[in-house]
């Protein structure tokens, strides 16, 4: 064989060889990827079912110094967390030390401090399981339910950004009234036999309280997030303008997302793929209301968009507000693991997981079926909006490996 033709050869050779390599190490680090999410997700499925039980096996003896000691910038709660239990436990049976007004808001809510000092926010019961909130999506009192429901989807999504919630009972005579602050105590009224409040909010009223039955009021509790992790009020660049034959725009501006990667604190860092994973947990639950969003102060972007204020979801199983999605149609990215763990919940396993979540909880049957039956039909419509983007971009610029990081956007 003639010297240039060796030399042809085994330039050939090197290039196939160097192909290779590179194909094989990003197939194994691809699959290496897949596996432990493929793990993650068999963890989270094995600890779904989460008993509430006082027993602390923590060397520190609170449930709510463990809580507050799980904090950090990308999670609320860790992975594994058999604790959990305990801290849900105290939540829904600790003495209320202390009632007062909610914090500032558009709904009725009220501030509870439990023994021990911890405070939680009680958002009580409006509607029957089956009830639907007709209208707009946002329509609507605060659902105390969607609030467990959420912070549950959220454990199965793996994301772990929602404080924790939990169902409680409460009887308003002699755990709440005794407690109460002059303020609150000014809001209680009798409507027939049942004790009511009706709170002070932008949107509360004297002609629209929450009644108990009887005494015994159904309700919510959220945990407050530790006060040494202060949070910042952020407008959602897709928000809504609340106003008729008014649109954001986003609404009609194709490009829209263009323009938000090049502003700050979209164009680097984690804060634009935890706006699409947002927008997949928003669309499940049918929360159309999330016109801002919360963060730890002074992050620069770097730490979680924090999933609170849930409960304008589960209103109506029948609707599906497209409109959610946006942030994933528009900017056609997401996170391989996101798209992972929802490619995993398909075929049902979604509905059976989130059943199984609540199932614990005190207020259980926490979702009526038909809800629980939309939350399976929205992952499809999901997974579809997925492979749209990735038929026409294709899955390398679509599936997003690196979850800190945005710099080839």
């Known amino acids: 064989m003639k010297l240039k033709q060796r030399v042809v050869l085994l330039a050939i050779l090197l290039v196939i060889f160097i192909f290779t390599k590179v194909f094989l190490i990003d197939n194994l680090d691809t699959s290496a990827a897949n596996r432990e999410d493929q793990r993650a997700f068999h963890r989270m499925m094995a600890s779904l079912h989460v008993e509430l039980d006082p027993r602390l096996d923590h060397t520190l003896q609170s449930p709510w110094e463990i809580a507050s000691q799980w904090v950090v910038p990308r999670e609320v709660y860790p992975e594994e967390t058999p604790e959990l239990g305990a801290v849900m436990h105290a939540m829904t049976t600790k003495k209320i030390i202390k009632a007062d007004v909610g914090y500032k808001g558009t709904q009725l809510k009220a501030l509870l401090i439990l023994e021990g000092g911890q ?3 009680f958002k009580p019961k409006r509607y029957a399981r089956d009830y639907v909130v007709e209208g707009e999506p946002y329509a609507g009192y605060d659902r105390h339910n969607a609030e467990v429901a959420a912070f549950h989807l959220d454990r199965i999504l793996g994301f772990r950004r929602a404080p924790l919630v939990v169902g409680r009972f409460v009887n308003l005579r002699t755990e709440i009234k005794p407690v109460a602050t002059e303020q609150l105590l000014g809001t209680f009224m009798a409507v027939g036999n049942n004790t009511c409040f009706y709170g002070k909010c932008y949107y509360c009223r004297e002609t ?88 730890f102060q002074d992050d620069e972007g770097a730490s979680m968009l924090i999933l609170l204020d849930n409960a304008k979801s589960f209103g109506n199983p029948a609707l599906d507000e497209r409109s959610i999605l946006a942030p994933l149609y528009q900017c056609c990215i997401i996170r391989v693991s996101t798209w992972n763990r929802l490619s995993y919940l398909k075929n049902g396993v979604l509905k059976s997981a989130l059943k199984t979540a609540m199932s614990h909880d005190p207020i259980s049957p926490v979702l009526s079926d038909p809800h629980l039956d939309a939350l399976d039909q929205r992952l499809l419509s999901i997974l579809a909006t997925v492979k749209q983007c990735t038929d026409q971009f294709g899955p390398d610029v679509v599936l997003v490996e690196d979850r800190m990081t945005l710099s080839h956007l």
């Open 208 to 295: 629209e309280p929450a009644c108990a039955d009887g005494d015994i009021m159904e309700g919510s509790v959220t945990l407050w997030l530790p006060d040494v992790w202060p949070l910042q009020k952020h407008r959602h660049p897709w928000g809504r303008t609340y106003r008729e034959g008014k649109l954001a725009r986003w609404e009609y501006d194709e490009s829209y997302c263009d323009a938000v990667k090049k502003t700050s604190p979209y164009d680097s860092g984690p804060r634009l793929l935890d706006i699409i994973d947002t927008a997949i947990f928003d669309y499940l639950i049918g929360n159309a209301d999330r016109h801002h969003y919360e963060s």
């Open 119 to 121: 405070k939680v926010v």
